[in-house]
């Protein structure tokens, strides 16, 4: 089980760090990725690390400004410089295997999520 922790609500510009611990289990040995659902939309790919932490991507609307990273227990997205379009739901997720990966169909296990809403 994963759980996230850390949203809230906060100014154009602000930063947030995001925190997602597993329960029950450990997921060290597997790929992470952070998701988010804005309203009304599709959930869509934020970031990505693989099992030791080498291979890294973001979504384009983030790059630069969000760092994702992993300790041995806990992922995590330092967002920075956030944007009102920043505004959604996040979800950490551990895919089926060892690599990181973009595509939701990798992943098996999803947290709950935790809301994070940008104010302009």
């Known amino acids: 089980q994963l759980v996230e922790s850390g949203g809230g609500l906060v100014k154009t510009g602000d930063s947030l760090r995001l925190a997602c611990a597993a329960s029950?289990?450990?997921?060290?040995?597997?790929?992470l990725g952070w998701f988010r659902q804005a309203p009304g939309k599709d959930r869509e790919f934020v970031a990505t690390?693989?099992?030791?932490?080498?291979s890294i991507y973001y979504a384009e609307s983030v790059q630069g400004r969000f760092t994702i990273s992993r300790d041995e227990n806990t992922l995590y997205l330092q967002m920075n410089s956030l944007k009102a379009d920043d505004t959604a739901v996040y979800y950490c997720?551990?895919?089926?295997?060892?690599?990181?990966?973009?595509?939701?169909?990798?992943?098996?296990?999803w947290g709950q999520g935790t809301q994070v809403t940008v104010s302009s």
């Open positions: 997720a551990a895919a089926g295997g060892r690599d990181s990966a973009t595509s939701q169909s990798a992943y098996i296990h």
């Open positions: 690390v693989d099992w030791i932490g080498s």
């Open positions: 029950g289990r450990t997921f060290k040995r597997y790929g």
